[in-house]
């Protein structure tokens, strides 16, 4: 069955340091997400990517983000200048379908991030 | 602006038993609900998804019901089983499809 995948599984980088976390979505899939969940806390949404494009981020989602999608399978969240407050687990997620709402999404296992 | 709401941080059940966890929203007409489980350390896992227009849809020993006027989703697990034991959460669907999560349910079901 054709999942998410996401590497690393874990990354640990010092504060300032930018950092790239790297999904690979379902292949025929067409949206594309980042989302991450603090420990202890709820899964909050980042950025969806559709068209070689932000469709809609968040407030977190600010200038030290950015995602791009390099070739036709990777699709990757970069943080500029890395924070304490970022370290979290980072989820990538991707959903089939042309247009519209009202697709399920399909998560990877995750990237935890640990900012020193 | 968008608040969810998931009644009961942790609820414990007996095996066999019907699992009843509750999604509250305000401030917001999400055309689509869905409901994903999350187990410790794993992203989540998509179950059932409900239009606006659907009152109740079943999936196996999933029901989720979907009250608009009441601002209300209702997911039953029947027959639970231990093996059913993680966490739940309610999200709701944006027009870009971003997903608003709730903070979850755990359920635990008891052998």
């Known amino acids: 069955e054709p999942e998410v995948t996401q590497t690393p599984s874990h990354q640990v980088t010092q504060m300032g340091q930018e950092v790239i976390l790297r999904c690979v979505p379902i292949s025929n899939h067409l949206y594309f997400y980042w989302y991450r969940q603090i420990l202890g806390q709820k899964v909050e949404f980042l950025v969806s990517f559709y068209n070689n494009e932000i469709s809609e981020k968040s407030e977190i989602f600010d200038d030290q983000f950015s995602v791009e999608r390099p070739d036709g399978s990777n699709f990757t969240l970069k943080i500029r200048s890395t924070k304490l407050e970022d370290s979290a687990m980072y989820f990538c997620?991707?959903?089939?379908?042309?247009?519209?709402?009202?697709?399920?999404?399909?998560f990877g296992p995750g990237t935890r991030l640990t900012v020193t | 602006s968008q608040k969810i709401e998931q009644n009961s941080e942790a609820l414990n059940i007996q095996e066999g038993k019907t699992a009843t966890l509750t999604c509250n929203y305000t401030n917001y007409s999400p055309a689509y609900l869905q409901w994903y489980r999350q187990d410790p350390g794993r992203g989540p896992v998509f179950l059932l998804l409900?239009?606006?227009?659907?009152k109740e849809k079943r999936k196996e020993r999933l029901k989720v019901t979907f009250d608009t006027t009441l601002k209300q989703s209702l997911f039953h697990i029947t027959a639970s089983q231990p093996a059913d034991s993680a966490t739940y959460l309610c999200a709701l669907e944006g027009s870009a499809r971003q997903l608003t999560f709730g903070s979850g349910t755990q359920l635990t079901v008891l052998p």
């Open positions: 409900i239009r606006e227009n659907e």
């Open positions: 997620a991707s959903s089939a379908g042309t247009g519209g709402a009202g697709y399920e999404q399909y």
